[in-house]
């Protein structure tokens, strides 16, 4: 039995995106920049990419620009913000970031900015009114989340950016786990910088975009030959930009028929937990989700052991976020929404994906009671 249900960490590639990228990777090899034949074909991939991905979002494709993932992304928005006016020392950010937005927020902190970090409800939300509170004439960026990684619980994108544009602030959205998940549209939405990871939404590892809006400062993170217009040099992962242009516009085709199949699945997961299962906690319950996410912790259990029982029996499912993932603390987001500690420790985050089917949903709860007695029991596993 073979059954992933940690989507939020990395999804697995669409045959029709490695079937996009196969050309790239045999014929059309060439180097976009080149003036030759080859060029112009790897060129002309780069370019229809960049089309798709615009589609998805509904911006103007001048205004994306090809990263190699959504770290990336996220420090050339701050970067460039902060580049723009170094006068102003002052950023917001929430306590629930990604570490690709706390650690370059952490960097800036120790070169003289202070930092911001806005605090969440006990279920994941964030206070609006606090958020324009904290805004000072002094702010240079609100760095902000779309959805959380690890509970999904998804933020009113359109209302933050309303209260940036009022307060004249730049306002920069880490929507990695939003893509392809949510209907976004950029010609509408007010948000300078917008950030986007191929892996999210079966496309390859390795490569994402940053939206600029038109009015939106940018500030190259690295010099060179001048690929994307000077904003970011190296020569580009073509096969990788291919994938997620293709990747894109897969998700664009599937987004509302994805938000009513999978939100079913994790729905039957959540209820027969609380069927079967006592002292289990739903964390962000009470916001809006992501239609793929299930955050749940047990009392009295262990993550690690039931993620490593689990395992064994070919089921993938995480704590947090991937990149903490051989990381024993808690979660800065649990601790950060104040999760009683006897649950703390007994976290399981399932993470859904439009490839997820109810036959694997019902492999995977019919062996979850028994394993979460076995955890509480202390058995070895």
């Given at each position: 039995?073979?059954?992933?249900?940690?989507?939020?960490?990395?999804?697995?590639?669409?045959?029709?995106?490695?079937?996009?990228?196969?050309?790239?990777?045999?014929?059309?090899?060439?180097?976009?920049?080149?003036?030759?034949?080859?060029?112009?074909a790897a060129r002309?991939?780069?370019?229809?990419?960049?089309?798709?991905?615009?589609?998805?979002?509904?911006?103007?494709?001048?205004?994306?620009?090809?990263?190699?993932?959504?770290?990336?992304?996220?420090?050339?928005?701050?970067?460039?913000?902060?580049?723009?006016?170094?006068?102003?020392?002052?950023?917001?950010?929430?306590?629930?970031?990604?570490?690709?937005?706390?650690?370059?927020?952490?960097?800036?902190?120790?070169?003289?900015?202070?930092?911001?970090?806005?605090?969440?409800?006990?279920?994941?939300?964030?206070?609006?009114?606090?958020?324009?509170?904290?805004?000072?004439?002094?702010?240079?960026?609100?760095?902000?989340?779309?959805?959380?990684?690890?509970?999904?619980?998804?933020?009113?994108?359109?209302?933050?950016?309303?209260?940036?544009?009022?307060?004249?602030?730049?306002?920069?959205?880490?929507?990695?786990?939003?893509?392809?998940?949510?209907?976004?549209?950029?010609?509408?939405?007010?948000?300078?910088?917008?950030?986007?990871?191929?892996?999210?939404?079966?496309?390859?590892?390795?490569?994402?975009?940053?939206?600029?809006?038109?009015?939106?400062?940018?500030?190259?993170?690295?010099?060179?030959?001048?690929?994307?217009?000077?904003?970011?040099?190296?020569?580009?992962?073509?096969?990788?930009?291919?994938?997620?242009?293709?990747?894109?516009?897969?998700?664009?085709?599937?987004?509302?028929?994805?938000?009513?199949?999978?939100?079913?699945?994790?729905?039957?997961?959540?209820?027969?937990?609380?069927?079967?299962?006592?002292?289990?906690?739903?964390?962000?319950?009470?916001?809006?989700?992501?239609?793929?996410?299930?955050?749940?912790?047990?009392?009295?259990?262990?993550?690690?052991?039931?993620?490593?029982?689990?395992?064994?029996?070919?089921?993938?499912?995480?704590?947090?976020?991937?990149?903490?993932?051989?990381?024993?603390?808690?979660?800065?987001?649990?601790?950060?929404?104040?999760?009683?500690?006897?649950?703390?420790?007994?976290?399981?985050?399932?993470?859904?994906?439009?490839?997820?089917?109810?036959?694997?949903?019902e492999s995977f709860?019919?062996?979850?009671?028994?394993?979460?007695?076995?955890?509480?029991?202390g058995l070895a596993?």
């Open positions: 039995m073979k059954i992933y249900f940690d989507n939020n960490a990395t999804t697995p590639v669409d045959q029709a995106v490695k079937v996009a990228m196969l050309p790239y990777l045999e014929d059309r090899f060439g180097n976009p920049s080149s003036g030759h034949r080859f060029g112009e002309n991939g780069v370019e229809a990419a960049r089309e798709q991905v615009a589609g998805l979002l509904h911006c103007h494709p001048k205004r994306l620009i090809f990263t190699s993932g959504g770290s990336e992304s996220n420090n050339l928005a701050i970067y460039s913000a902060v580049s723009a006016y170094p006068d102003k020392k002052h950023i917001i950010a929430s306590q629930v970031e990604h570490a690709s937005v706390l650690l370059p927020l952490q960097y800036l902190a120790n070169k003289g900015y202070e930092i911001e970090l806005l605090p969440v409800s006990r279920h994941g939300g964030l206070d609006l009114d606090v958020l324009a509170a904290a805004i000072r004439p002094d702010t240079v960026l609100v760095s902000l989340m779309g959805a959380n990684n690890e509970t999904g619980v998804v933020w009113p994108v359109e209302a933050i950016g309303g209260i940036c544009k009022e307060k004249r602030v730049l306002f920069h959205c880490d929507a990695v786990q939003l893509i392809g998940k949510m209907v976004l549209d950029l010609s509408d939405l007010p948000v300078d910088y917008l950030s986007v990871a191929g892996h999210k939404l079966h496309g390859p590892k390795g490569v994402g975009a940053l939206y600029g809006k038109r009015t939106a400062p940018i500030t190259p993170l690295i010099l060179g030959a001048g690929q994307e217009n000077g904003l970011r040099a190296g020569t580009e992962n073509v096969q990788g930009i291919v994938g997620l242009g293709k990747a894109c516009e897969l998700a664009g085709q599937a987004v509302v028929e994805y938000g009513q199949k999978i939100s079913q699945l994790r729905d039957h997961i959540e209820r027969t937990i609380y069927d079967t299962i006592q002292d289990a906690m739903i964390n962000g319950q009470d916001q809006a989700r992501l239609a793929n996410t299930l955050n749940i912790s047990f009392r009295n259990c262990s993550s690690a052991a039931m993620i490593q029982e689990l395992d064994e029996k070919g089921i993938a499912v995480s704590a947090h976020s991937a990149c903490q993932s051989g990381d024993l603390d808690p979660s800065h987001v649990l601790l950060a929404m104040k999760i009683p500690e006897e649950y703390l420790h007994g976290t399981l985050r399932i993470s859904l994906s439009r490839m997820s089917t109810m036959d694997e949903v709860i019919s062996i979850l009671p028994k394993l979460v007695k076995k955890s509480r029991l596993v």
